[in-house]
């Protein structure tokens, strides 16, 4: 019996020790909580590159900056600390200002627009990504963003003199246009500031609206659509390079179908909140359309400054944006 057990177990661990050298793991960093559509989303990709691979490259989700720092995760993936993650793509806004280019407030005014924009600068976004040793996988938008207030505003000219919540350079930059004062506050001390007058306004998604109870200090949601900003997830290229051509096959394929998810989850999101908001008493309209084309104006002058920073090839972005 012992003679006959050697070989079948000898089979056993040298076929256990085959799975082991050819089963590949990456440790995949992202900065949002479980709760986000764009984390949901991430781990439905991760399942499918395990499927479709055979369990030959397995994709182990770290979310809510449990395993690096937000600001870090670039950094972390370029160096190959780790192989893959996921980032705000604003962020990366001062290596390269086609990273801001979602940002730039009224540019489009739509998932669809913003779907068009993402196809324009897509070139240019794996370019950049290239030249630091990085491939792009997928792209996925958060909720556009829209003014929260206490009182009702109707034109462009009811945002003068307000004090509006700042966060970033782009939205000092807007309030400055909107004859608006900005004011820096953090997310965490939002209700604080809105109940001690210290702001009067801010821009931000339905997402962030209900998860910060807005209407327990705002009454008012203008569904203006402002922009639509975007997360991006990108594998260090050398890791990628190392795969089967057959896994990298199976990671593209599994890419392009997030990214094609996410868009769906953002818009379900988008609408979800936003009826949320509605339901817990805040009253929610659109800009009407003289309204409308003056925010767009606004939009245009920040355009045209980020075209001028980013040099020809800005210009031909806009132009290519143009109807």
Not at 216 to 231: E, G, M, V
């Amino acid at each position: 019996m012992r003679n006959v057990m050697k070989p079948l177990i000898a089979g056993l661990l040298a076929s256990l020790s085959c799975v082991s050298i050819t089963a590949t793991k990456w440790d995949m960093p992202t900065p949002y909580g479980d709760g986000t559509h764009h984390t949901q989303n991430i781990r439905e990709f991760a399942a499918e590159v395990a499927e479709k691979t055979n369990g030959e490259l397995n994709i182990v989700v770290h979310s809510g900056a449990s395993l690096i720092k937000h600001p870090e995760i670039h950094r972390a993936v370029r160096s190959g600390q780790v192989p893959i993650g996921e980032i705000f793509m604003g962020l990366l806004g001062n290596d390269n200002p086609i990273y801001q280019v979602d940002n730039i407030p009224f540019l489009v005014s739509s998932f669809d627009g913003a779907h068009t924009l993402w196809q324009v600068t897509r070139p240019a976004v794996e370019k950049s990504l290239q030249k630091q040793g990085l491939k792009l996988l997928f792209s996925v938008p958060w909720p556009p963003q829209g003014f929260y207030t206490k009182t009702r505003i109707e034109d462009i000219g009811d945002l003068k003199g307000i004090k509006m919540r700042a966060y970033s350079a782009t939205t000092s930059r807007l309030a400055e246009l909107l004859e608006a004062s900005p004011t820096t506050v953090q997310t965490p001390e939002i209700p604080q500031a809105f109940s001690t007058g210290i702001i009067d306004a801010m821009i931000t998604s339905p997402t962030t609206g209900v998860s910060s109870q807005a209407w327990d200090y705002t009454a008012y949601y203008l569904d203006s659509q402002a922009w639509i900003p975007k997360n991006m997830v990108f594998v260090n290229a050398r890791a990628f390079a190392r795969l089967p051509e057959s896994v990298q096959t199976a990671v593209m394929e599994a890419a392009t179908a997030a990214e094609a998810r996410g868009w769906k989850m953002a818009k379900a999101e988008t609408d979800t909140k936003t009826a949320e908001l509605a339901k817990n008493g805040m009253t929610v309209y659109q800009p009407s359309a003289k309204f409308a084309s003056d925010l767009a104006a606004i939009g245009q002058i920040m355009a045209n400054e980020w075209a001028q920073e980013m040099g020809p090839k800005g210009q031909q972005i806009l132009s290519e944006l143009k109807p």
